[in-house]
């Protein structure tokens, strides 16, 4: 009984299955072997400092700005994210910090805010016409499908002023007058924590360093957020000749669809014309030191206008950190994208503190302190532990663990040593 059911199989030669497959294993394997990202000989993005520094005060500054974009009703939110970072870091390096808005300011919020800052603080109004509807969009129809996407669970997706935000902070920021004589940048968001001391200043070590984007956290991005995005990316990099370099290969997951049939994958989101797909890992971009001149080039500002053309700002809800990593990833050698893994940041549920680096906390330092407050209270740092990096943190128990950390490893795949296993399938 059995056997006549084998026996047909049975005449079908192995030789003849293996030879007809053969050709589509052997592409698979050459199409992901494309996309493979070496591990490099030694790593090549490390911490700046791994201990403590004494602030040096006096030392020349970076042509760089805070900024920090809000509305009158987070004057609170604005003033907590303010206070931290003054007292982890600004207190010792006066940088200025430029508040926009995208209306006239309340003189409540600006009193406060601007008693709040150690260095120069501004106050600016963002003009209408970066504010609104580009003429190739109907707003009607935008306004329409902004509401339907408010019916789904996609954040923000039906507030028309985070559509708006998002295509700001994408392109238009850049080219503000404003901050047209700037060159680097520190975004700030309302309600964020800083919890570790900031004791180096980060710009003139970015530009030592030759970095052009920092970040502290790296993410998935909410696929529903962006159907459209990655395509889009895709096919303008093809149409503009971009070569592919590691950190690109990083952020694809190559399909193991054997061609021709790989293709048809195409059909899905977030794939592009090939059939590969868009881990949708990115950074978070609430938290950005970035060079401004790159998102000034004439490349970058021609990618985002070619998706401005394409409405996703509007009809989807493509956010600016996705539409940063992207870029990010097609244009920037990742050598010069820098993690910092030694700042401790908390904005909404997710958080980076690092350990504190053992033997580090430089208790004799003048500037720091001692840790004994001058009202007598001690600071409440985490304990210093082995490889720790921090410079007295206080992580709430939460330290060393970095959101996402599947997305953190994936974008310092061609950096870094350091790769779990499920890293090396892809
Ligand atoms: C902020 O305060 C300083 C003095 O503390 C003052 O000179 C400056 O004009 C104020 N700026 C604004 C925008 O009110
Ligand atoms: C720390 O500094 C405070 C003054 O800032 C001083 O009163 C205290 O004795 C110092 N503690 C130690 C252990 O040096």
């Known amino acids: ?236 990099k093809e149409m503009m000749g971009v070569p592919a370099n590691n950190l690109w290969k990083s952020m694809v997951s190559a399909s193991w669809m054997p061609f021709p049939f790989r293709s048809l994958l195409s059909w899905l989101p977030h794939r592009d014309r090939h059939g590969d797909t868009w881990s949708l890992c990115h950074y978070w971009s609430n938290f950005e030191i970035a060079d401004m001149d790159f998102f000034r080039t004439r490349a970058y500002q021609d990618y985002v206008e070619y998706l401005d053309k394409k409405g996703g700002f509007y009809f989807e809800r493509w956010g600016d950190a996705a539409v940063h990593s992207l870029a990010v990833a097609m244009f920037v050698d990742p050598r010069k994208v820098h993690h910092f893994e030694d700042f401790g940041y908390r904005h909404d549920r997710l958080f980076q503190c690092p350990a504190n680096a053992p033997g580090g906390q430089l208790l004799e330092s003048p500037l720091l302190g001692n840790g004994t407050n001058a009202d007598g209270t001690t600071s409440t740092w985490s304990p210093e532990m082995e490889n720790g990096i921090g410079c007295r943190c206080e992580c709430d128990g939460r330290e060393t663990q970095n959101y996402g950390g599947y997305c953190l490893n994936k974008l310092k795949q061609p950096t870094s040593l350091r790769r779990p296993w499920f890293t090396w399938l892809l």
């Not at 497959?21 to 494309?34: G, K």
């Not at 060159?183 to 710009?203: G, M, N, Q, S």
Request: hydrophobic share 40%; aromatic share 16%; net charge neutral.
């Open 1 to 236: 009984m059995l056997r006549r059911f084998i026996r047909p199989a049975r005449r079908l030669p192995l030789w003849l299955l293996l030879s007809v497959a053969a050709p589509f294993v052997f592409e698979v394997i050459v199409h992901l072997w494309r996309y493979s990202v070496p591990r490099p000989a030694s790593e090549l993005d490390t911490p700046f400092f791994t201990t403590c520094q004494e602030p040096d005060v006096g030392a020349k500054r970076e042509n760089a700005i805070f900024v920090m974009l809000a509305r009158n009703h987070e004057r609170v939110k604005a003033k907590k994210t303010i206070i931290s970072i003054e007292s982890h870091f600004n207190k010792w390096f006066n940088y200025p910090i430029m508040f926009l808005n995208d209306e006239p300011w309340d003189p409540l919020f600006i009193q406060e805010l601007n008693a709040t800052v150690s260095g120069k603080a501004m106050f600016e109004v963002i003009p209408r016409e970066q504010w609104t509807y580009p003429d190739w969009i109907d707003p009607a129809a935008a306004k329409e499908n902004i509401r339907q996407q408010g019916e789904t669970s996609t954040p923000h997706a039906g507030e028309e002023g985070y559509h708006h935000m998002c295509r700001f902070y994408s392109g238009k920021f850049y080219e503000l007058d404003v901050l047209k004589s700037y060159k680097w940048y520190w975004r700030l968001e309302p309600d964020v924590d800083f919890t570790c001391a900031i004791t180096y200043d980060p710009f003139v070590q970015m530009a030592r360093h030759k970095k052009v984007y920092g970040f502290t956290i790296a993410l998935w991005e909410v696929g529903a957020s962006c159907p459209g995005l990655f395509r889009a990316t895709a096919d303008w």
